[in-house]
Every structure is written in C-alpha cells, then in structure tokens.
Nanobody, 121 residues
Framework: QVQLVESGGGLVQPGGSLRLSCAAS????????MGWYRQAPGKQRELVAT???????NYADSVKGRFTISRDNAKNTVYLQMNSLKPEDTAVYYC???????????????WGQGTQVTVSS
C-alpha cells in the first residue's frame, strides 16, 4: 500500500558528505513521523533521526551536529544530509514512515529497502 524508495548511499571518504532521500508512494492518506535508522554489521538497528509533520526533529547523540533531517510534505519525501562522516557511520540506512492509508486509523510503520553507506579511505 505504501512503498518507500531510498537513494543517495555510496562510498565516501572520512570527513565527506552524503545526502540520502526517501520518497513514499502509493495509497497514502497522511504521513506523521518520518525517520532514518541504520544497522551496522553485527549490530542492532538504531535510530538516527526523526522528524514530525510539524518538523520537530530528534537525533541520536552520535550524529548531532553532523546530520540534518528534513522533509518535503508535498513530495512525501524525507532527506538526511550527512556531513563530517566517520568510519563508524558505515551501515545500511533505512527510512521509516508512520503513515495512514485510511482516515481515522492508527498509523502503521513502513520501511524502505535500505541503502548502503560506507565511510572509508
């Protein structure tokens, strides 16, 4: 019902930047919180950043001051600008939307397929 397509991952040197995008499509009534999570090899998936429909943001301590989350409600798209990247940022990054497909129902979680970010010299 809701499809999320991510783009923008890749290989970057330490100190470099990347911008991730995640576009939602399908039968969408509304999208509440949008967010980015990541999972490194051998580790659990962790929160990176979230943004509400009112554009209130929340960041993991490890990325504060380096990453910026934003959204374009008209395009149902969430972005993650990542600056000053470190090798420990290497992970598969997943976008998440809490969306309603029917008015008056509770939002459901939808996930993208993941995009690899590798920070290495």
């Amino acid at each position: 019902q809701v499809q999320l397509v991510e783009s923008g991952g890749g290989l970057v040197q330490p100190g470099g930047s990347l911008r991730l995008s995640c576009a939602a499509s399908g039968r969408i009534f509304s999208i509440g919180v949008m967010g980015w999570y990541r999972q490194a090899p051998g580790k659990q998936r962790e929160l990176v950043a979230t943004i509400t429909s009112g554009r209130s943001t929340n960041y993991a301590d490890s990325v504060k001051g380096r990453f910026t989350i934003s959204r374009d409600n008209a395009k149902n798209t969430v972005y993650l600008q990542m600056n000053s990247l470190k090798p420990e940022d290497t992970a598969v990054y997943y976008c998440n939307n809490k969306a309603k497909v029917v008015p008056g129902t509770i939002p459901l979680d939808y996930w993208g397929q993941g995009t690899q970010v590798t920070v290495s010299s």
